[in-house]
């Protein structure tokens, strides 16, 4: 990695910029691959290529007074002025669509993305090491069924990544399902899934290779809370272990310690308040309830290739540079996944557009989303610079950023950060 790529991994993980008073607002089309933009700063035209001069709203011609309304709530968002009943509403799901470009007093302009964090509340599942609690949430599986199955355990979705079919044992920590034996809270139905490693070991990893346990005589079953006792069992032929080829991205938000007493009890940094800048903070979730079974993180908003709306949780990083400076934990092990098709490419911005992206620039563009064959939640961070910071445009999709290559530079970070893609549908179905 040559020393360019390294400085601009150090830039990634600066704090963002304070975005300073604004002056007027100029509106932009929503996302969309088919939206003109030579335009952004001169006018107030929402209109795509596909329409012509007619004024959209969101995905259809806007009827009487729509549009105004629109913009009204849009405004109301902006200013953070919007709950989440409204949230729920219609309107307010189609102004979460929307764009503005901001000129500070500076007249540097800002991407101003409504609804740019949003608070989502996403299941528990409880778990054992070493005799010890721990809770994580799921949010994608290698395996289709496996992803439906988890889906309905926990009431949210849960996406079908095949991906990370490919991560390399490297990259890999180990679960262990039960089949049969005591009944209890474990996604099929028994004793509690056990996992091999926490954070703050070096053997942890958020993508853990499903093994598959099953008495062989499941009268004779107890709950067994840890590896060690897993193998104990396997050893003495009282049960087996099937390995799979499933892979689970399952990062745990909160652990009871080491056996040995070198891991204390923890949990992912909890920071408390959110706020409609778009700063991404020193911490990702604002809550943890074992009761209630949820944790509550930040979403962050976004643009997915085809430059539709996604939001995306951070929950670790394969370095401690970008872990520390998010708050999240520190997964060394997916640093194996960097250079595999584990791993997809997030476009992240370090200079141009001021807005809500981690360096305080625009927000990110993904280059897979939830559904696409190579989506995955493991995402190598690109930094793209403008050659000419003055000549900078809002970048929304793949295309975009392809066809300003000639004006930017593309840079690898180095480093992988786990961040987890959501439809705009289900922060809405899922919103604290």
Not at 334 to 343: F, G, P, R, V, Y
Not at 359 to 367: A, K, P, T
Request: aromatic content about 10%.
């Amino acid at each position: 990695m040559t020393s360019k790529i390294r400085i601009l991994g150090v830039l990634l993980i600066l704090p963002l910029f304070s975005i300073s008073a604004v002056t007027a607002f100029v509106d932009i089309p929503s996302a969309s691959a088919l939206t003109k933009r030579d335009y952004y700063y001169l006018n107030d035209q929402h209109t795509t290529a596909s329409y012509g001069n007619s004024v959209i709203c969101g995905d259809h011609y806007c009827a009487p007074g729509e549009y105004s309304k629109m913009q009204q709530e849009l405004s109301q968002a902006q200013q953070g002025k919007i709950t989440p009943s409204m949230a729920m509403s219609g309107h307010a799901m189609m102004s979460s669509n929307q764009t503005s470009m901001t000129q500070m007093a500076s007249g540097e302009m800002v991407l101003k993305l409504s609804n740019a964090n949003l608070p989502i509340v996403i299941p528990l599942v409880k778990g054992l090491f070493e005799g010890k609690d721990v809770f994580y949430i799921t949010t994608e599986a290698s395996d289709s069924t496996v992803a439906d199955g988890f889906t309905k355990f926990t009431n949210f979705p849960v996406t079908y990544a095949p991906a990370l079919g490919k991560a390399p044992a490297s990259s890999l920590a180990n679960i262990y399902a039960f089949k049969n034996g005591v009944k209890g809270s474990g996604p099929l139905g028994y004793q509690p899934n056990v996992v091999d490693s926490i954070p703050g070991q070096s053997n942890y990893s958020p993508l853990w290779k499903v093994n598959l346990v099953e008495w062989k005589d499941a009268s004779t079953a107890t709950i067994l809370g840890s590896e060690k006792e897993i193998m104990d069992a396997f050893n003495s032929g009282k049960l087996t272990i099937a390995p799979t080829t499933i892979v689970v991205n399952c990062p745990i938000i909160q652990w009871g310690g080491s056996m040995d007493g070198t891991i204390s009890p923890g949990h992912m940094m909890i920071r408390d308040s959110i706020s409609e800048s778009g700063s991404y903070g020193s911490a990702q979730v604002l809550n943890i309830d074992t009761t209630k079974m949820q944790v509550t993180f930040v979403a962050h908003r976004g643009f997915a290739p085809d430059g539709s709306t996604i939001y995306y949780i951070a929950t670790d990083a394969s370095m401690k540079g970008p872990a520390d400076a998010l708050g999240i934990v520190l997964a060394n092990k997916t640093q194996n996944t960097i250079s595999t098709s584990a791993a997809a490419d997030l476009y992240q911005f370090s200079n141009g557009i001021k807005g809500s992206g981690p360096l305080g620039y625009q927000s990110g563009v993904g280059s897979t989303k939830q559904g696409d064959q190579y989506y995955s939640p493991m995402w190598r961070i690109q930094v793209v610079t403008w050659k000419d910071p003055t000549m900078a445009t809002v970048l929304e999709n793949s295309h975009d950023i392809s066809s300003k290559s000639d004006l930017t530079t593309t840079m690898e970070a180095g480093f992988i950060v786990n961040c987890p893609f959501f439809s705009a549908d289900t922060v809405y179905a899922h919103i604290k």
